[in-house]
């Protein structure tokens, strides 16, 4: 159906491609070349070659102001523009070295891309191409050479040696393995447990200052983000551990309650939560007061408090986790506990007991 | 059609008087005796690149790359990949007191104490911003002039790892800081992580050196993000350039121009001034932006802790799309034999799998469809290529739909809207609007391809109308050149196949797909006849204007 630029039929049979009707038309070849003002005016050629020069004296002067700038208008010492140590004085020194350097490079650039454009030959050049595919008689070198090389090296007359070559080429990348699994520990049950878990009877504390919190102050309709008492800065693995124990208090009416079960692992109305969400673990930390709602800020899976934390819309698929709580003889608030099923995202064995 | 070597312009000998030259001349010669320079000048300064704007953006991709390497270098200087909990005691009064950790600190240090460490720092993450902007639009001028055709379909998929690594170097770039930002995205793709069956509790694990966050990811991250990833990119660009050259750059049609010449200019000395004047502009621009602009604040968002998140947490740009499926998802996930399966995100997972896949298979897709084995080296216009180009647009906008989708938090509180509404309205628009977008494209192309005809067989429409003794209208036509012309009437034709004969039942449906609705180029018969007929209205209008198709207004008035 169609051919090749040199005549050829098409290698793989058929084409869509449709013949040229009436051959197509005639390449009219390059039209007349016009010339620029900088061609024909000797004026304006003296004009162009001012300007290109001048934009490389002004790119001298922006790296007189970068480096000026560096000792002149620091951040935190010497600067001309604003007092010692201010943000002003920060925000001084970040635009006038920026611009200083700005203008050193741009005003290169623009000098050179003018003087191409202005000065230097603007007629269009032609250069052939040729296939990109090697000529007939180097792809017969080629192959040639490789078979040589096949033949020298025997491997068509010793299998033996490429049975025993291919075996061990790919057992090697299963060697990767050993070093890769250097890289953590296992699992194990890390992730069915917290905190909470490991250290039953804790106290539940404001998050922001560690101070246990009483049943009596938690207020109708508040939140509260909490961790547990013991969980302190000289807790190792403080970080994963708050990763896993991060927790949010809520107070429903208890007339609201849609959910007993949740409702009993709460005191009066008073329930905990996880804070992590189910869906791929940011931090829950939106709570809607009038609908009690609470809303996951990354990707908004919306979970209903009073319904034993279900999921109500997003792309989380299992309930918050909840927290037991009970009140101790002082009346703070308790853990006796840990979350009723893993926090977080799900993973693979999540449902499995560890 | 002339042919100009270019070569072979005729030297001037006063330059050769100069004493620079001459000392020039002594640095040639010792270096082409070591290696053998002359070679290297005679195969690559004359080369000819075409020029046209859309050629730069590959270019700015190169360019910004260069200036992540410079600022790069600049900030590793100072900046601190250690997990390590310190006390911040800098300038910043609002965070004096936290515990930090040394990454943090660092980061802090460089942009409030360092001389000249916010303009890096913030240079560094405009350029890399800039950088994935420039891949996208270079890869869709690519895309939609079928440049990717037959010699360049490996260049093709070179030029989609790039793109896959440069997100890969921005993630892990925007992770280093320890804010609470970057934190949060880490503990995303800890979550995702966790999400595939069997190995997915492992992979995090592994990944994080124990469990999330621990004290090993930003150090790993480091090194992926300063050596790994760069290392690899440098290669690819390297790849990148050097089938470049062999392949000779793709040129727009035009009159002169053929699929076996390159018409354009050299790359000594006009490219030498022109692209490396390029380079610093692009620089320019990027410092100018950083010395105006500020990106990353991210002492606002202060140290990461699992805790904390704040609403309108947006990863970079070009991250976005990733976090839109996560957003639009339902929650699907279900047990089997008590073990999970959380489709909520391996489909996310599966649709952008199936999103790059298509952009990198493309070329082959294409290739199979036309069955054309030729090499190309003129581009397409892309209205020539409805179909291609319709689904390049349709590409466009899931991916789109996406990136607004993880912005979804910000475009409810901006336009007062129910979030819920909003998410299902991008989980209808995922669906409905690429194939809108790709039957509006394909529809808006052919109308453009009738009217290109039109002009190529009529010329151009000068709303001059003149009324013949007989009281008929007809308006005077500017004919086209033979050089204007060329480019309307230069382009293939494709027509779909019958299946049988070699051809199977499949793609026959595929070339009716692509090539059902097609406009007829102008063949050389019917211009013939076009102007014989225009040939026959002039003379009707010299007749009645005398050759003077001045409007009586005009005639007055000049």
New interface residues.
């Given amino acids: 159906m169609s051919n ?2 040199d005549g050829s039929t ?9 013949p ?6 005639p ?5 007349p070349h016009v010339h620029r003002q900088a061609d024909l005016h000797k004026s304006a050629e003296k004009r162009a070659e001012r300007v290109v020069a001048g934009m490389f004296l002004l790119s001298v002067i922006g790296t007189i102001v970068f480096i000026a700038a ?1 000792f002149l208008v ?3 010492g010497r600067n001309i523009f604003a007092e010692e ?1 201010t943000p002003s004085a ?1 925000w001084w ?3 006038i ?3 200083g ?13 003018h ?3 202005t000065l ?10 040729h ?2 595919r090697s000529s007939e008689e180097t792809r017969e070198v080629a192959v040639g050479i490789i078979n040589d090389g096949l033949e020298e090296s025997g491997i068509t007359r010793r299998p033996v040696i490429v049975t025993a070559m291919v075996a061990a080429l790919a057992a090697l990348p299963i060697a990767v393995l050993a070093p ?2 250097t ?5 194990g049950n ?2 069915h447990h917290t905190f909470w878990g490991h250290n039953p009877g804790q106290r539940l504390a404001r ?1 922001h200052d560690g101070t246990p919190i009483k049943l009596s102050d938690v207020a109708m309709n508040s939140i509260f ?1 909490v ?1 547990p008492e013991g969980l302190t ?1 000289d807790t190792p ?1 403080r ?2 551990e ?3 124990a ?1 927790a949010v208090i809520v107070r429903i009416d208890p007339k609201l309650a849609k959910n007993e079960e949740s409702m009993a692992m709460g005191v009066e109305g008073v329930l905990a939560f996880s ?2 969400c189910t ?5 829950v ?2 709570y809607e007061q009038q609908t009690h709602h609470m809303l996951c ?6 979970f209903d408090v009073t319904d034993g934390a279900k ?1 109500i ?6 309930p918050l986790p909840q927290l037991p709580i009970e009140v101790d003889d002082e009346g703070y608030l308790v853990a006796p506990g840990d979350f009723t099923e893993p926090i ?9 007991d560890k | 059609m002339t042919t100009t070597t270019p070569s072979t312009r005729k030297q001037t000998s006063d330059l050769q008087d100069t004493r620079t030259y001459k000392l020039g001349a002594v640095g040639a010669d010792w270096l082409d005796q070591r290696v053998a320079g002359g070679g290297f000048v005679k195969f690559i300064a004359r080369k000819i690149f075409p020029d046209h704007w859309s050629f730069m953006f590959g270019e700015v991709a190169l360019y910004s790359f260069v200036i992540l390497l410079i600022s790069g270098t600049f900030l590793t200087m100072f900046f601190d990949p250690s997990m390590e909990e310190v006390i911040y005691d800098g300038p910043y009064t609002a965070l004096q007191g936290e515990t930090v950790s040394r990454a943090f600190a660092s980061t802090m240090e460089i942009s409030f104490e360092v001389k000249g460490g916010l303009l890096f720092r913030q240079m560094h993450h405009w350029s890399a911003l800039v950088f994935m902007v420039a891949i996208f639009v270079h890869m869709f001028r690519v895309f939609f002039t079928g440049a990717f055709r037959k010699p360049r379909e490996l260049n093709w998929l070179v030029g989609f790892a790039l793109m896959v690594l440069g997100m890969a170097a921005g993630f892990t770039g925007y992770s280093l800081p320890d804010d609470v930002l970057s934190g949060n995205g880490l503990r995303v793709i800890d979550g995702l992580m966790k999400a595939f069956p069997i190995v997915g509790s492992y992979m995090s694990l592994l990944f994080f050196g124990g469990e999330f966050p621990g004290t090993q990811i930003i150090p790993r991250l480091f090194t992926i993000h300063i050596l790994l990833v760069p290392a690899m990119i440098l290669a690819l660009i390297g790849i990148h350039m050097v089938l470049l050259v062999l392949h000779k750059h793709t040129q727009y049609p035009g009159p002169g121009r053929t699929e076996r010449n390159v018409v354009g200019f050299p790359v000594f000395p006009v490219y030498a001034a022109k692209a490396g004047g390029f380079f610093f502009l692009v620089f320019g621009i990027i410092t100018l932006i950083s010395a105006t602009t500020s990106i990353n604040a991210m002492w606002v968002y202060g140290p990461y802790d699992p805790s904390p998140v704040s609403a309108g947490s947006q990863p970079d740009w070009y991250m976005l799309w990733t976090d839109g499926g996560l957003r639009l998802i339902p929650g699907w996930e279900f047990t089997i034999f008590g073990y999970v399966i959380s489709l909520n995100m391996l489909i996310p997972f599966a649709v952008y799998g199936g999103l790059l896949g298509f952009l990198a298979l493309y070329p082959f897709i294409e290739a199979w469809v036309t069955g054309d084995d030729r090499e190309h080296h003129l581009n397409d216009l892309p209205y020539n290529t409805p179909v291609r180009t319709g689904l390049g647009v349709a590409w466009i906008v899931v991916y789109l739909i996406l990136a607004l989708a993880a912005t979804n938090d910000l475009i409810a509180i901006a336009l007062h809207m129910s979030i819920n509404d909003l998410t299902w309205a991008f989980r209808i628009g995922i669906f409905v609007a690429p194939v809108l977008a790709f039957y509006i494209t394909k529809r808006l192309c052919l109308s453009i391809q009738r009217q290109k005809r039109n002009l190529a067989l009529h010329g151009e429409e000068t709303s001059r109308i003149v009324r013949t003794e007989a009281g008929e209208m007809i308006e005077i036509h500017r004919p086209l050149t033979d050089y204007d012309r060329w480019v309307l009437v230069q382009h293939e034709d494709h027509r779909p196949l019958k299946a049988g004969k070699g051809v199977s039942a499949l793609r026959a449906k595929a070339t009716s797909f692509f090539f059902q609705d097609r406009i007829e180029p102008v063949t050389p018969a019917e211009l013939r006849e076009a102007l014989e007929h225009a040939g026959h209205e002039k003379h009707i209008i010299d007749g009645l204007t005398g050759g003077d198709y001045r409007t009586p207004y005009e005639k007055v008035v000049h």
């Avoid at chain 1, 030959?121 to 250069?127: L, Q, R, S, T």
């Avoid at chain 1, 869906?279 to 931090?283: A, R």
């Avoid at chain 1, 977080?344 to 499995?352: C, E, L, M, V």
């Fill in positions: 090749n630029h098409a290698a793989r049979g058929v084409t869509t491609v449709a040229k009707e009436g051959g197509g038309f390449n009219p070849g390059l039209p560096y620091t951040p935190t140590g920060l020194s970040n635009l070295t920026g611009l350097l700005a203008v050193a490079v741009f005003f290169i650039g623009a000098a050179a891309v003087w191409a454009k230097m030959p603007d007629e269009e050049m032609v250069e052939e191409r296939d990109i890769l699994s890289l953590g520990p296992l699992p890390k992730l998050d983000h961790m800065h693995h970080m994963e708050r990763a896993k991060a804070k992590i869906h791929v673990g940011c931090p930390a939106l800020p990354c990707h908004q899976s919306t999921v819309f997003g792309p989380a698929h299992r977080g995202p799900s993973f693979w064995n999540i449902h499995k």
